[in-house]
């Protein structure tokens, strides 16, 4: 690869039909993304009202941690609660105040719902309304629902930033900022903060931030750009905002990168001369750390299936710079309005969007795939009919986006690909 841009292939696969299916889905819910949003927003606290079973999840998927004041829990409804005979309301308040009596550190708490606190319909936004009136200006009580009725996992994300839209105090003028939307590990967030001061980009804010109680300025001077593909409510509701969205593919590989930050580039007027000069050397960085893994990529015929809304972005990547073919690409939500750029890159191929799982099975058995993308739950399976898998869920735990971690992403798929190789010696 060459250059800063690749040539789109016809309009690549935005005009073509896409297979819709609703079934049996296979994804975990959204309050997995508490495992990355409590790591990014120090100040905050996850209080999940929920079941043994979603205890259980967080704590496996975030490790317990002994050592530190944990930033995350359950209010486990009992038998009594489940059954309408508890006050939920009076037992919920109660165990606010003894998380926030001996928690003063605490700015920001979610009430996270769940799908038992759904089935009984404890209304979380009005508790997190009348918390908030009792701990008015000392701690902010927002609420979100993590359920996995109708969600996949980085679904959690979307909902979380989305309650905290209404919070983000007004810009105190129309200027330009560029607020850039989706979690982000801070070192890689610091290579972007570095990238946009070489441009003369600014004010930059990120969103979340680091600290809950910071939150960053939105109105009709802010230039969105995502981060994560899967934020379409926050999204929405910051352009209820005023803010404008910047349309750009996502900055996984050289490419999209490249694209993403001349995105704001474009919007900041920022000469060509000058945008080549600044992403150069990272940019080649980047192309001679993917390159190492494409001899083991090239040609390998990779399947999909819908689980972190990272599929579409990191299929382009992987086709188009380290030559995988592409055998069936599902999404869990298909939506235009933040991968339409995307999907102008992508190679013709068979796109799904939802899951009926036994069917999606069928055609990868069929099909026998190099390399496998799905949850956890499809991994031990498709290993024991011989196939070799990579865990979504693992993309979205690491590192992977900018010029840096472009060769870390490409080896996330080469390493399986590689062990085998060496098992067959
Ligand atoms: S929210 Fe629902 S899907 Fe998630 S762990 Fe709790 S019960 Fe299970």
């Given at each position: 690869m060459t250059g800063t841009a690749l040539p789109v292939i016809g309009t690549g696969c935005a005009d073509l039909p896409v297979l819709k299916e609703r079934g049996q889905r296979e994804v975990f819910c959204g309050l997995t993304g508490i495992v990355w949003l409590h790591r990014k927003m120090q100040d905050a606290f996850f209080l999940v009202v929920g079941s043994r079973t979603c205890a259980h999840l967080l704590q496996s998927a975030?490790?317990?941690?002994?050592?530190a004041e944990p930033r995350f829990a359950t209010a486990i409804l009992g038998d009594r609660d489940l059954a309408g005979m508890a006050d939920c309301n009076e037992e919920l308040d109660r165990v606010v105040r003894q998380l926030l009596a001996r928690r003063p550190d605490i700015t920001t708490l979610f009430l996270v719902g769940s799908c038992p606190s759904e089935v009984i319909k404890l209304d979380l936004a009005r508790a997190a309304a009348r918390l908030s009136r009792e701990y008015q200006g000392a701690v902010r009580i927002l609420n979100y629902s993590g359920s996995g009725i109708e969600t996949t996992f980085t679904q959690g994300e979307d909902a979380c930033l989305k309650a905290m839209v209404p919070a983000m105090p007004a810009a105190a003028s129309d200027e330009r900022a560029l607020l850039v939307c989706g979690t982000m590990a801070d070192v890689v967030e610091d290579q972007f903060a570095r990238l946009f001061a070489e441009l003369g980009i600014g004010p930059v804010h990120f969103f979340p931030p680091r600290r809950a109680a910071a939150l960053p300025p939105v109105g009709p001077g802010t230039q969105v750009l995502l981060a994560q593909p899967f934020l379409n409510e926050t999204t929405r509701a910051l352009v209820a905002r005023g803010a404008t969205l910047l349309s750009a593919p996502y900055p996984f590989g050289v490419e999209g990168t490249t694209a993403w930050l001349r995105a704001a580039a474009e919007a900041w007027a920022v000469t060509p001369a000058r945008f080549a000069s600044a992403i150069a050397a990272p940019a080649q960085r980047a192309r001679t750390a993917v390159a190492r893994y494409r001899e083991t990529l090239d040609g390998k015929r990779l399947f999909f299936f819908p689980d972190s809304q990272l599929e579409i972005p990191l299929a382009r990547f992987l086709a188009r710079e380290c030559g995988v073919e592409l055998l069936e690409v599902g999404t869990p939500y298909l939506d235009r309005l933040l991968v339409d750029p995307e999907l102008a890159l992508l190679p013709p191929t068979q796109l799904a969007e939802g899951q009926d799982v036994e069917r999606q099975l069928d055609r990868c058995r069929a099909q026998h795939p190099d390399l496998t993308i799905c949850g956890l739950g499809l991994a031990n399976p498709l290993e024991a009919d011989g196939l070799r898998t990579k865990w979504s869920i693992e993309l979205v735990f690491?590192?992977?986006?900018g010029f840096d971690q472009a060769g870390d992403l490409a080896e996330l798929f080469a390493r399986p690909l590689q062990r085998i190789a060496k098992l067959k010696v």
């Open positions: 975030a490790g317990v941690m002994i050592f690491s590192p992977v986006h």
